[in-house]
């Protein structure tokens, strides 16, 4: 889609081959080629479903690790709050905080706030708007790619509204080379992604040209280490109060929705479900909602593919943190009201449309190999086995046109071809 | 032999079917990104022909939509056997409509379906015959 990098790559020692990434992923961007998975990298959106999917581990996000950290005087983790849905139901999010210190980081800074500061900055933004509805939002990178890629007419219903993430980075990098009298540079700031659509949201932030963030490790990669190190912490007085608001609910499905004034809201996980909600926005329904919550996760950021809990779980354990800290503010709506106004949380420029590539780029060839495609498609079985090597029928004729793979990669019309031989043979 | 290239599909849509419909301009909204349609021009194409669809669905017993697309336009016409519309007239004024309260409860027959029909596409022709059926001829220029 334009980037060279992907934040997912498979490992063909490890990979069998065995389709379950193949049929997993939501925009048909895998094949198995030579025995081996290969993504198709103009239609790889990042939501890391193949990830998840892979019974061989096979498939891996590319990401950083603490030796790459090395080069900073100071590293700070910013978890993304969907870490604290990730242990046991007694431990804190200052706890957690903490003990990440523990583990190699000098610091840890807790994200809450500023998802709770977005979630007024939305509220400001909703009561000026005049464009059309429902506005979608922005912060889980791979429905952004989606919306960019299957729904190019709907990039102007993302709300220009820069993430809590890069927020909170640019803020916290400034803040801390005061403090520490450090120039920014050698200051580290690392996100804990519970997914690989965030990594590469650090390494392409929508619509601007660098991130504040200077890295991103997986929270799968730190859980066992940070088990090993909150079991030797303990609660300390203030861990309680360390991390407060509404915006603790964000990593659970509804969470940014909860946040905001307006009722008229709906929050959707799983990609599927998010394209077939954005197909009616194309159709011109919806438009009595505000404001579409849309997760690529099914549960929102606490069921990442780069998370460990049991995504239930992690909802549990998000909820009962909002229900017991999330009625006191986490930040102050004036100031907020302030900011917005200066500009603080808006994106410049527009979300660009980038469309899966057609078939051709010349009109007239692009018709022809679509008429191409519905003749081979009716020839086909049509029950998406898979056994060619790509997810459905449908991409296997496209890929047939394309020259990519031969009609005979068709299991199931070489077998009838064989049967039909025996038949006449026997005759 | 230029200008020969055209992709005909057919689907059949059925009336009352509410659990199905809209499948139809699903599918002809992917054929038309596949092809490498314009995203606003997949828009307009994509309202027009689910209102159509819609159209079929609310008041026809069933018919077809046919896509045709070739380099210069998009064509979509929609063919079905109900009990046609008596003042076509009246019925492409915006809010009129002959939807039963079951239908207006569901959500449609805001008498909006025509109006946007024609205001989506750059060449409309509509012709009905009451108690036999409707047919619609939506252009759309490339």
């Keep these: 889609m334009g980037d060279d990098l992907h934040s997912v790559r498979v490992n063909p020692e490890r990979c069998r081959a065995r389709m379950a990434c193949m049929r997993a992923c939501p925009t048909e961007a895998i ?9 198709l990298e103009d239609r790889c959106i990042d939501c890391g479903e193949c990830v998840r999917a892979c019974p061989n581990s096979a498939i891996q996000p590319l990401t950083g690790s603490f030796t790459d950290f090395a080069r900073f005087k100071y590293t700070i983790a910013l978890p993304s709050p969907a870490i604290y849905g990730q242990f046991r139901r007694d431990i804190l999010p200052g706890t957690i905080l903490r003990a990440l210190t523990r583990i190699g980081f000098d610091e840890a800074c807790d994200l809450t706030w500023a998802t709770e500061s977005v979630s007024v900055a939305i509220d400001e933004f909703l009561a000026d708007y005049r464009g059309p509805l429902p506005l979608i939002s922005p912060f889980c990178p791979a429905v952004v790619r989606l919306v960019q890629a299957r729904f190019p007419a709907l990039v102007d219903q993302l709300v220009p509204i820069d993430s ?6 640019r803020e916290i990098k400034s803040r801390k080379a005061r403090e520490l009298g450090l120039p920014m540079d050698e200051i580290g700031l690392i996100y804990l992604t ?8 650090v390494e ?29 912490e303990t609660e300390r007085p203030g861990d309680a109060e360390a991390v407060k608001g509404l915006g603790l609910g964000w990593p659970v499905l509804g969470g ?7 009722e008229d809201t709906l929050a959707v996980g799983g990609l599927r479900d ?33 998370t460990v809990e049991n995504p239930y779980f992690a909802r549990s354990k998000i909820l009962q943190l909002v229900g017991r800290y999330g009625r006191e503010p986490g930040c102050s709506r004036e100031q907020i009201h302030r900011l917005y106004q200066q500009g603080y949380f808006s994106l410049p420029g527009r979300f660009p449309p980038q469309p899966f590539p057609p078939l051709d780029a010349e009109i007239s060839r ?62 | 032999m230029p200008g020969a290239s055209v992709f005909t599909q057919q689907f059949e849509v059925r009336g009352r079917d509410f659990a199905n419909a809209g499948r139809a301009s699903t599918a002809i909204k992917e054929i038309l990104k596949e092809i490498g349609i314009p995203p606003a021009t997949v828009r307009r194409a994509a309202i027009a022909a689910y209102e159509a669809e819609m159209n079929v669905v609310l008041y026809a017993r069933k018919g077809t939509v046919e896509l045709q697309v070739s380099p210069r336009e998009i064509r979509l016409l929609v063919r079905d056997e109900g009990d ?15 939807a039963s309260e079951e239908i207006r409860e569901m959500g449609f027959g805001a008498g909006m379906g025509l109006p946007n029909i024609r205001k989506n596409a750059d060449q409309f022709r509509i012709e009905s015959v009451v108690g036999q059926g409707t047919e619609l001829d939506i252009r759309i220029r490339l």
């Design chain 1, 194 to 201: 519970p997914c690989p659509a965030k990594i590469l949201a």
């Design chain 1, 256 to 262: 940014q929705a909860a946040c905001l004034k307006t």
């Design chain 1, 274 to 306: 998010v394209a077939r909600l954005l197909e009616d926005v194309e159709n011109g329904k919806l438009g009595e909602l505000q404001y579409l919550e849309c997760h690529a996760c099914p549960q929102g950021c606490c069921s990442g593919p780069l």
């Design chain 2, 84 to 98: 046609g519309i008596p003042d076509i007239e009246l019925a492409m004024q915006e809010g009129y409509s002959t």
């Design chain 1, 31 to 39: 094949r198995i080629r030579r025995g081996h998975a290969v993504i």
């Design chain 1, 366 to 427: 692009a018709i022809e190999k679509r008429a191409r495609m519905k003749e081979i498609l009716e020839t086909l079985p049509r029950i998406d086995c898979g056994a060619c090597g790509a997810p459905t029928c449908h991409s296997f004729a496209e890929d047939v046109v394309q020259g990519r793979a031969a009609l005979e990669d068709c299991v199931v019309l070489t077998v009838e071809q064989a049967r039909r031989h025996r038949h006449t043979a026997l005759a």
């Design chain 1, 204 to 232: 392409f932030p929508p619509r601007k040209r660098t991130s504040f963030l200077d890295g991103a490790i997986p929270i799968s990669d730190l859980y066992q280490p940070l088990l090993a190190a909150l079991a030797r």
């Design chain 1, 164 to 169: 809590p993430m890069e927020i909170a980075a």
